[in-house]
């Protein structure tokens, strides 16, 4: 089934700790994107890719880091977990920069 | 500062109430106006993305138009099966990101 995949769907991390929120997608997408949603915030950008091998800084990136080593993955890593980034996290992808994005499920994080 | 801003932040409509919703901004050089639908736990589902002034697209039972400054998404007739939170979002020609508003939950009463 064509579409983008998170894992995990759930996770709660002690502050202080690495994570690494995997993406994946099937459809050959050249862009992919990373967002949080906080609840009355709607969803800011985190990191952007515009294709692979290449990586952008969003609204919010402090804390976070991507790569993009091909085409289908686009993991995001925080290096050392705070509560501030409590959120659900989606990954996205268009098939360029300007065209609508497809989401994923989600991924919830909890950092206590 | 670019903004987008939607409203109302909820809604609650009876079945068959038609209502519509609205999203206005604030960016110069407007590259795409995108809408798109949430339900409780999962990602957002694209709906429609207009590019100038004048343009509509319809999809069932809703309707997305553009002018200069705001977009309005009419629902005609809704049913239960609409209630969702509906997020709109802007592309600027300068920038490679989209900026979402905070969304407005729809609730749809039978």
Known sequence: ?????QAPTSQILAAGRRMTLRCTQDMRHNAMYWYRQDLGLGLRLIHYSNTAGTTGKGEVPDGYSVSRANTDDFPLTLASAVPSQTSVYFCASSTGSWNEQF????????VL | EDQVTQS???????EGESSSLNCSYTVSGLRGLFWYRQDPGKGPEFLFTLYSAGEEKEKERLK???TKKESFLH???PK???SATYLCAVQEGRRNDMRFGAGTRLTVKP
């Open chain 2, 80 to 82: 239960p099966e609409d």
């Open chain 1, 1 to 5: 089934i064509a579409g983008i995949t």
């Open chain 2, 64 to 66: 997305a138009t553009l």
């Open chain 2, 75 to 77: 629902i005609t007739a």
């Open chain 1, 103 to 110: 989401f994923g499920p989600g991924t919830r994080l909890t």
């Open chain 2, 8 to 14: 109302p932040e909820a809604l609650r409509l009876q």
